[in-house]
Each structure stands twice: as C-alpha cells, then as structure tokens.
C-alpha cells in the first residue's frame, strides 16, 4: 500500500464524515451543541479511520511478500567483489557464481 496521500487519507475522511453527522444529530440532546460534537465526532472519526487502516495494513503485510526476482550478472573477474559487495548492501537473500571456463 504505497499509493499516494490522497489514497491514505479518503478512508479516514469518510470515517470522520459519517461518526461528524451522527455527533452532530446527537449534540442537539447535549450540553456543548451540534456544532462542538460534530467536531468532536469528525476528530473521533479520523483517529478511528487511521487505526483501522493502519490495523488493516499490518495484517495484509503479515502475510508476507512472496515475490522472488532472479538476476543474472554477467561480469569480468575484476568487478565480482564489488557487485558482491553491492548486492550484499541491498540485502539479497541469496548469491551464487558461476565460473565459465575459456575454450583453448
């Protein structure tokens, strides 16, 4: 889930939109008034939408990510310690060499 920040915020919006109009029809009944619990209720609303996405998101990254990318690299003697070295800085899980032996 890297989309950009409007995807991330449109859940929280509509949580906060929807807990805002019913605080809202509620604080006609109390103290503080429609406009302060409907306030109230949209700050609720948001703090909730961010909890359940966030919730949401743990679990689906839980499941872990299953893909794998082989790379072949064709390279001289001289460069195999320095992309060893690269490749072991961008943490890959597995490396192997193949020696290809000149025809005479």
Same mark, same amino acid.
């Not at 009944?29 to 429609?34: A, V, Y």
């Not at 406009?35 to 990254?61: P, R």
């Given at each position: @889930?890297? $989309?950009? =920040? /409007? ?5 929280? @919006? ?5 807990? /805002?109009?019913? /605080?809202? &029809?509620? $604080? ?6 429609p ?8 700050v609720?609303? =948001?703090?909730? $939408? ?17 893909? +794998? ?7 001289? +003697? !001289? !460069?195999?310690?320095?992309?060893? !070295? ?8 597995? @490396? &192997? @060499? =193949? ?6």
């Amino acid at each position: @889930m890297h $989309g950009n =920040v /409007s995807n991330r915020i449109d859940s929280p @919006m509509g949580w906060g939109t929807a807990i /805002s109009v019913i /605080s809202s &029809a509620v $604080g006609f009944i109390l103290k503080w008034g429609p406009i302060i619990w409907g306030l109230i209720g949209f700050v609720i609303g =948001v703090l909730l $939408g961010f909890l359940i996405q966030f919730t949401l998101h743990k679990v689906k990254n839980k499941k872990g990510n299953n893909t +794998e990318v082989f790379v072949l690299i064709h390279c001289t +003697e !001289e !460069e195999v310690e320095g992309i060893k !070295e690269l490749l072991r800085t961008h943490q890959t899980l597995g @490396m &192997a @060499m =193949v020696h290809h032996l000149k025809e005479s």
